[in-house]
């Protein structure tokens, strides 16, 4: 009897169609905990962009609440002093609108001083990035919907 070295054919083939399986199982597991990551940054997302609102009507009683992003962010270092143009308040990522596959958005303000605002972020692609979009208004409350959001009229399910 001859002493075979290695492995047959069917061995190796045997071998990567465990794989395989354990692969196709694997996957979809690895996407929802994605779509699950994503979602709770663009809920911290939302939670920071109110805060930075109500630290923006706090320092800057006049203008009531930022209209956009871009003026809670601005440009902030050492030598110059956050403005009611560029309060310094959120970092560059989130104002530039995308983040975590989340995009964010201000609407809704109006006035001088502005009395409201809505804060919303939806995912960049439905059932990819996110399946859930969330909102906030001048309460502080986030909340959520499984449909796109065109605005948050308070008939969006709270977050617990």
Do not use: H, W
């Amino acid at each position: 009897m001859r002493k075979q070295k290695g492995f047959s054919l069917i061995e190796l083939l045997i071998v990567v169609a465990i794989i395989l399986i354990i692969a196709a199982i694997a996957i979809p597991n690895l996407l929802r905990a994605r779509i699950a990551a994503n979602e709770s940054s663009a809920v911290a997302s939302i939670r920071t962009l109110n805060t930075a609102q109500i630290s923006y009507n706090s320092a800057y009683p006049t203008a009531g609440f930022a209209a956009s992003l871009s003026v809670l962010s601005g440009t902030c270092s050492a030598s110059a002093a956050p403005t009611s143009a560029g309060a310094c308040l959120i970092d560059t990522q989130l104002s530039s609108g995308t983040k975590s596959g989340y995009s964010f958005i201000i609407s809704g303000v109006s006035g001088t001083p502005a009395s409201s605002y809505q804060a919303s972020g939806s995912p960049l692609t439905a059932n990819t990035t996110g399946v859930r979009s969330f909102c906030s208004v001048a309460d502080a409350v986030v909340r959520y919907s499984t449909a796109a959001l065109t605005s948050c009229a308070g008939t969006e399910t709270p977050l617990q």
